[in-house]
């Protein structure tokens, strides 16, 4: 049976092969709930461009309030926030918040995003082995870090395999973070002609947990950098 869910909406990320992830917080009467995220029925899960824009033909923006049809809960391992959309229905936008009215909806994490200790080559403490994902009840957060660079690196040269990449460094209650970045919008802005480091002094950070991959990790990736400015001003 259908059922519909408000969110706001805190991440339109790259998801391969050729879609996104989109999530949120749902907008409840006294400010934000549960996350959700809205999954296809594809094996890889993604959204296509199709399924998830407005009737109006646009892309649904980061901030949005969007009203989702769903068709049902589909909790997957550690990813229980999973609902599949119902693909015969357009999303509609009911409006968006301002950055004031965001700063509601911040998570403190109050330790370590998930489980760290275990990094990729370049990253730091960006991916959890298979048996920490055991006990685990969710796979997205909001936050607001400190020490907030972003950078573009050229990564793999040393295997043979050179591939510009663009990342998050961060600080959050006392754990330093490098992750990637699937937010679109951030890797336009900073994916210049030539790699850089960035500082943002204000921004507040959509965090997930992917999936499990064939190497037996499950990444941590920024899915969003929301600032001020994108948010539209300060109000």
Same mark, same amino acid.
């Given at each position: 049976?259908?059922?519909?869910?408000?969110?706001?909406?805190?991440?339109?990320?790259?998801?391969? +092969?050729?879609?996104?992830?989109?999530? *949120?917080?749902? &907008? &409840?009467?006294?400010?934000?709930?549960?996350?959700?995220?809205?999954?296809?029925?594809?094996?890889?899960?993604?959204?296509?461009?199709?399924?998830?824009?407005?009737?109006?033909?646009?892309?649904?923006?980061?901030?949005?309030?969007?009203?989702?049809?769903?068709?049902?809960?589909?909790?997957?391992?550690?990813?229980?926030?999973?609902?599949?959309?119902? =693909?015969?229905?357009?999303?509609?936008?009911? *409006? =968006? &918040?301002?950055?004031?009215?965001?700063?509601?909806?911040?998570?403190?994490?109050?330790? +370590?995003?998930?489980?760290?200790?275990?990094?990729?080559?370049?990253?730091?403490?960006?991916?959890?082995?298979?048996?920490?994902?055991?006990?685990?009840?969710?796979?997205?957060?909001?936050?607001?870090?400190?020490?907030?660079?972003?950078?573009?690196?050229?990564? *793999?040269?040393?295997?043979?395999?050179?591939?510009?990449?663009? %990342?998050?460094?961060f600080t959050l209650d006392g754990s330093t973070y490098?992750?990637? &970045?699937?937010?679109?919008?951030?890797? %336009?802005?900073?994916?210049?002609?030539?790699? *850089?480091?960035?500082?943002?002094?204000?921004?507040?950070?959509?965090?997930?947990?992917?999936?499990?991959?064939?190497?037996?990790?499950?990444?941590?990736?920024? =899915?969003?950098?929301?600032?001020?400015? %994108?948010?539209?001003?300060?109000?």
């Amino acid at each position: 049976m259908m059922y519909t869910k408000k969110i706001l909406c805190l991440a339109n990320s790259r998801k391969p +092969p050729s879609g996104r992830c989109v999530a *949120g917080r749902e &907008v &409840v009467e006294n400010g934000f709930g549960p996350w959700h995220r809205p999954v296809s029925t594809r094996v890889s899960e993604e959204i296509s461009e199709e399924e998830r824009r407005y009737e109006n033909g646009q892309d649904p923006q980061v901030l949005d309030i969007i009203s989702i049809p769903l068709s049902k809960p589909n909790p997957c391992d550690h990813q229980t926030e999973n609902h599949v959309i119902d =693909a015969e229905y357009y999303w509609e936008r009911k *409006g =968006a &918040v301002s950055w004031g009215q965001l700063q509601g909806a911040i998570e403190v994490v109050g330790g +370590p995003l998930w489980q760290n200790g275990y990094s990729t080559y370049y990253g730091t403490n960006d991916r959890v082995p298979q048996r920490g994902l055991t006990n685990l009840r969710r796979s997205l957060y909001l936050v607001q870090p400190r020490d907030l660079v972003i950078t573009v690196v050229t990564e *793999g040269e040393e295997f043979g395999n050179p591939r510009r990449r663009v %990342r998050a460094q961060f600080t959050l209650d006392g754990s330093t973070y490098s992750l990637f &970045v699937t937010d679109p919008v951030i890797e %336009r802005q900073y994916w210049g002609p030539v790699d *850089g480091r960035y500082q943002i002094d204000q921004a507040v950070l959509c965090v997930s947990l992917g999936g499990l991959h064939d190497d037996g990790y499950a990444y941590k990736l920024v =899915a969003a950098v929301i600032t001020p400015d %994108r948010a539209g001003g300060e109000g």
